[in-house]
């Protein structure tokens, strides 16, 4: 091969090796920008004006949602026969597993839902958790009407969140609230809500907060765990557990006096 044709060809393919490198240098720099985007919108969400679209939606609030719901757990207990009660804990992967967050966006979009706060999307997402307990409480007759425990799901939380957004109007200093018999009530880490029944007492919600370090260790807990001792203690002898404010309530969600 003459030199110069050496040279020229040399050339040409230092020239598509450039080409390539300055290819996938742009390529990295459009995937960084598009991950700087998604985080800033994921901050601005606070007001999202945006398409009520499932992949919209998912960019806008999603990666702060798995952030926040990564390590939370919602339980409940059922007994199975006298004196002996099965538990179940339910994860953000759990969820997942059941209810794909994709395909639950898609039928709340279908049903008329409009998303447009961060809070919005995280309590729309996590009545997945309460599906969940419908079903480990019902076992298979829950298959049977699984659309119909849906759709009755679904119209509770609307009626549930225009109780709690005529609230907040009327208390705008508390951030969170919860509907027990059809009362919206204050949700304050370290309170827990005892419904008064014509049978006994029941726990209706233990609102706890747990506060991580930069490595992961909990740095603080407000509503520590209680043992099963201590919440029979609680239930059968009115022995309130350190750490807890205890709130006795009706089954219409009304306070009452904790004399007992």
């Keep these: 091969m003459k030199p110069a044709v050496l040279v020229i060809l040399l050339l040409f393919i230092f020239g598509i090796t450039l080409l390539g490198c300055e290819s996938t240098f742009f390529e990295g720099l459009n995937k960084?920008?598009?991950?700087?985007?998604?985080s800033l919108d994921d901050v601005k969400t606070d007001n999202y004006t945006g398409p009520q679209t499932v992949e919209a939606l998912m960019k806008a609030f999603d990666a702060r949602?798995?952030?926040?719901?990564?390590?939370?757990?919602?339980?409940?207990?059922?007994e199975i026969k006298l004196g002996e009660k099965l538990k179940i804990e339910i994860?953000?992967?759990?969820?997942?597993?059941?209810?794909?967050?994709?395909?639950?966006?898609?039928?709340?979009?279908?049903?008329?839902?409009?998303?447009?706060?961060?809070?919005?999307?995280?309590?729309?997402l996590n009545l997945r958790s309460k599906l969940m307990m419908q079903e480990f409480h019902q076992g298979e007759n829950f298959h049977i009407a699984k659309d119909k425990h849906i759709d009755l799901l679904l119209l509770n939380h609307r009626i549930e969140h225009e109780l709690i957004s005529t609230a907040q109007q009327t208390d705008p200093e508390v951030n969170d609230?919860?509907?027990?018999?059809?009362?919206?009530?204050?949700?304050?880490?370290?309170?827990?809500?005892?419904?008064?029944?014509?049978?006994?007492?029941?726990?209706?919600?233990?609102?706890?907060?747990?506060?991580?370090?930069?490595?992961?260790?909990i740095t603080s807990v407000i509503g520590p765990r209680l043992s099963d001792e201590q919440k029979t203690a609680l239930l059968e002898k009115g022995l309130?557990?350190?750490?807890w404010e205890v709130v006795y309530i009706d089954e219409e969600g009304n306070i009452i006096p904790t004399d007992r």
Excluded: C, H
Excluded at 65 to 78: D, E, F, H, L
Excluded at 96 to 110: C, G, M, Q, S, T
Excluded at 178 to 189: A, D, E, N, R, T
Excluded at 240 to 243: D, V, W
């Design 32 to 38: 960084f920008f598009d991950g700087l985007n998604t």
């Design 65 to 78: 949602y798995t952030s926040q719901a990564a390590n939370g757990k919602w339980a409940t207990v059922r």
């Design 91 to 124: 994860t953000l992967k759990d969820m997942d597993a059941e209810y794909p967050r994709n395909a639950w966006l898609e039928i709340l979009i279908n049903k008329g839902f409009k998303i447009e706060k961060f809070e919005d999307y995280d309590r729309l």
């Design 177 to 217: 609230w919860i509907v027990i018999g059809g009362k919206p009530l204050p949700s304050i880490p370290g309170r827990m809500y005892i419904q008064k029944t014509k049978t006994g007492f029941l726990i209706r919600s233990m609102i706890s907060s747990i506060t991580e370090g930069k490595n992961g260790e």
């Design 240 to 243: 309130e557990p350190e750490g």
